[in-house]
């Protein structure tokens, strides 16, 4: 006989199989969620940090540089600026966080962000040694921040330029143009100034370039401060603080938001757009949803840049915030990212003006918008907001205006393309198996689940099923003895015991033994 004890504790430990299989089933992806968002939470020490730290993933730059060809005929206003582009010059960025403070208090992590850039010379079709013509960044920047100084330190300024600045266009070498930089006479004479005496002629660094000093320096990408995601996991890689303060220097009212680069918000919903904060840029860019598509194997939520990314704050109020008091507001198409080149009218366009208004594309001649070279796509998976593929466009333009003074007093209105920026970064192999893994994991998690719960239900009628098949197992043998015990029993005729001459041969037989007995 079975225990009662026995048949208990089976029947209890079905039903806790049971239930804890049916829910893990019904709320799988919620579980998922939770120990996906304990794994990502960035603490000290843990692996995950670790990669955020030193990430595994190289990404390949390649950088285009504009070849003004008919500068001698810049002071003619009929005649259209005409660029030639150079490159690709092919660079490796090796990147790694830096100076890490962790901060228990408000959930965050301070770093600064050091780039190494290596020249590739198989993949580059452009040599260091280009000479690339292209317009006085120098003299344009100093032009601009003139406006704003007093009378007499524009007069001694005219004065310094009608000696040192009298160059419309400047032929330096492609890799000086980049990461190399060089030096001018101006900077010179503005190092001999006291920077307390004028402080409006101190330049940052002893040289300039486009991509100077973002080689092996820490200073141009400035101080981070980003969200670990312990207090509030959407806050995840989500930027805090940037050089100290949480709005930037040029944009006072327009908070800080937006990804650092490497997290965004999980689970990723179809048509919201994802953001991220560029130090390039010195702001927020968001890039838009576009659908889903299949990327080896696996489903990824595609973002693209579109037109409304870059339009002005007039055509876009997200983007109003960023030009206020006195700054320029233009065309759609272009960022005014002056802040981020000290004064000098930079703006950020995609290249070649794709998807800009035409106006600016009919202000040069060269311009060749291409949607497969020139937009920018972004694709991630949706469940870990993980990177699996970017594809980031960006152009810089110089913004050379009409002056009173000297070299510009002729010159048209023009958005000069200066550089562009191909940045492409790809999920590494091993990374990619563990986001297929996890498809698996979860796949497989489901089938033990419902394997569970069949397994816990069995477990439950187990013993009652059995005690009730031994009971009906019983009463059919019982019934089987009865009928059988019948069937054994001697078969009595009373016809025949009660007939004249049965009853005449037990009388003579008994007759015959009493006479034999006298």
């Known amino acids: 006989m079975i225990g009662k004890q026995r048949i208990w504790q089976t029947s209890v430990l079905g039903l806790l199989l049971a239930s804890f299989s049916l829910f893990s089933v019904l709320y799988m992806e919620q579980i998922e969620r939770r120990i996906f968002e304990w794994f990502m939470v960035l603490r000290p020490g843990t692996m995950i940090s670790s990669l955020w730290q030193s990430p595994a993933m190289d990404i390949n730059v390649d950088l285009y540089i504009f070849n003004w060809t008919n500068s001698e005929k810049f002071s003619d206003p009929r005649v259209k600026p005409r660029f030639e582009e150079l490159g690709p010059y092919r660079f490796t960025e090796r990147m790694q966080k830096v100076n890490v403070e962790w901060h228990d208090e408000n959930s965050t992590v301070s770093y600064r962000r050091r780039s190494r850039f290596d020249f590739d010379p198989k993949l580059s079709a452009g040599r260091p040694s280009d000479p690339i013509v292209a317009p006085n960044l120098l003299i344009v920047g100093l032009y601009q921040k003139m406006v704003m100084w007093s009378p007499m330190l524009r007069s001694l300024m005219l004065l310094a330029l009608n000696i040192y600045g009298k160059e419309q266009a400047m032929i330096r070498p492609a ?190 001649e060269g311009m060749k918008p291409d949607k497969d070279r020139h937009e920018m796509v972004i694709m991630l998976e949706p469940k870990t907001g993980m990177v699996l593929e970017i594809k980031a466009r960006i152009m810089a333009n110089l913004l050379v205006e009409p002056k009173t003074h000297l070299i510009y007093r002729t010159a048209r209105r023009t958005f000069f393309p200066l550089i562009w920026a191909d940045y492409n970064v790809r999920i590494t192999d091993d990374l990619l198996g563990y986001v297929k893994l996890m498809s698996i994991l979860e796949f497989v998690g489901k089938i033990c689940g419902i394997l569970g719960v069949v397994l816990g239900v069995l477990m439950v009628f187990w013993y009652p099923h059995q005690m009730i098949w031994q009971k009906s197992l019983m009463h059919k043998i019982e019934i089987s003895s009865i009928e059988t015990n019948r069937s054994l029993e001697p078969v009595k005729n009373n016809d025949v015991e009660d007939s004249p001459l049965l009853k005449g041969l037990k009388y003579t037989g008994a007759k015959d033994g009493a006479g034999n007995g006298n």
């Open 175 to 364: 890799s000086d143009w980049m990461f190399d930089g060089f030096d001018t006479p101006m900077i010179k004479m503005s190092k001999m100034v006291p920077p307390s005496l004028v402080p409006e002629m101190m330049f940052p660094y002893e040289k300039i370039g486009y991509a100077y000093p973002r080689n092996g320096s820490m200073e141009i990408y400035g101080h981070h401060n980003v969200y670990t995601g312990r207090d509030e996991f959407q806050k995840l890689g989500q930027i805090a603080r940037w050089r100290y303060n949480n709005v930037t220097e040029a944009s006072p009212r327009c908070k800080l938001k937006g990804s650092a680069g490497e997290f965004h918000p999980i689970p990723l919903v179809k048509g919201r757009p994802i953001s991220y904060f560029l130090p390039d840029l010195c702001r927020e860019l968001q890039v838009d949803y576009s659908g889903t598509t299949i990327f080896e194997g696996i489903e990824a939520f595609v973002y693209r840049g579109s037109a409304r990314n870059m339009a002005n704050g007039t055509d876009n109020p997200d983007n109003s915030c960023y030009c206020q008091d006195n700054c320029q507001e233009v065309r759609s198409g272009l960022l005014n990212i002056s802040s981020c080149w000290y004064g000098a009218p930079v703006f950020a366009s995609y290249p070649h003006f794709y998807k800009a208004d035409p106006y600016y594309g009919e202000q040069v």
